[in-house]
T-cell receptor
Framework: AAGVIQSPRHLIKEKRETATLKCYPIPRHDTVYWYQQGPGQDPQFLIS???????DKGSIPDRFSAQQFSDYHSELNMSSLELGDSALYFC???????????FGSGTQLSVL | AQTVTQSQPEMSVQEAETVTLSCTYD???????LFWYKQPPSRQMILVIRQEAYKQQNATENRFSVNFQKAAKSFSLKISDSQLGDAAMYFC???????????????FGKGTKLSVKP
């Protein structure tokens, strides 16, 4: 069965650089979620999109932005990267009328 | 705001034995879902089991079962016949009811690290 695809798996950036993370949800899933998980922490919700519109917003810094495209894939854009942005970034998707979230393998971002 | 509390940072179990992980939550909502996710060292988040708040019957998935006490706002996970592959971080999570644009995101507890001894 198809799963949530995230790219890249690993990303190394310098402070003040920008990064773009991509997420391809499971086919026919209409909602995408982004989470940030710091070392030894629980995942923190950043933002979600339903049918290409932002549906909910969590603790996402103003330096970050995200969108969902017509093919339902989503991108998380991160600018002016800080050391504290180093984390595992998860994307998850859910199907219409279904409460289950399925997670991708995550993108490990390291900011040096 | 909803909160999820896991009071056991670490637990240990002998292979083939049974272990119970605790989770409590706080909410004023009547329509919600509860989940247990497993995160092994690979850091993949894997759904273990889910429970609908409106269902009184406890969910079961093979060796995994829950004890859902709605009045007490308690949602514990029981793992029977523990296996080495069960060693992981386990997160309890809450989600408000609704679909589509009103879908809520997952709120996680801090996690319980489970070790399985051979």
């Amino acid at each position: 069965a198809a799963g949530v695809i995230q790219s890249p798996r690993h990303l190394i950036k310098e402070k003040r650089e920008t990064a773009t993370l991509k997420c391809y949800p499971i086919p026919r899933h209409d909602t995408v979620y982004w989470y940030q998980q710091g070392p030894g922490q629980d995942p923190q919700f950043l933002i979600s999109f339903y049918e290409k519109m932002q549906s909910d917003k969590g603790s996402i810094p103003d330096r970050f932005s995200a969108q969902q495209f017509s093919d339902y894939h989503s991108e998380l854009n991160m600018s002016s990267l800080e050391l504290g942005d180093s984390a595992l970034y998860f994307c998850a998707s859910s199907a219409p009328l279904n409460e289950k979230l399925f997670f991708g393998s995550g993108t490990q971002l390291s900011v040096l | 705001a909803q909160t999820v509390t896991q009071s056991q940072p670490e637990m240990s179990v002998q292979e083939a034995e049974t272990v119970t992980l605790s989770c409590t939550y706080d909410t004023s909502e009547s329509d919600y879902y509860l989940f247990w996710y497993k995160q092994p060292p690979s850091r993949q988040m894997i759904l273990v089991i889910r429970q609908e708040a409106y269902k009184q019957q406890n969910a079961t998935e093979n060796r995994f079962s829950v004890n859902f006490q709605k009045a007490a706002k308690s949602f514990s996970l029981k793992i029977s016949d523990s296996q080495l592959g069960d060693a992981a971080m386990y997160f309890c999570a809450y989600r408000s009811g609704g679909y589509g644009g009103s879908q809520g995101n997952l709120i996680f507890g801090k996690g319980t690290k489970l070790s399985v001894k051979p």
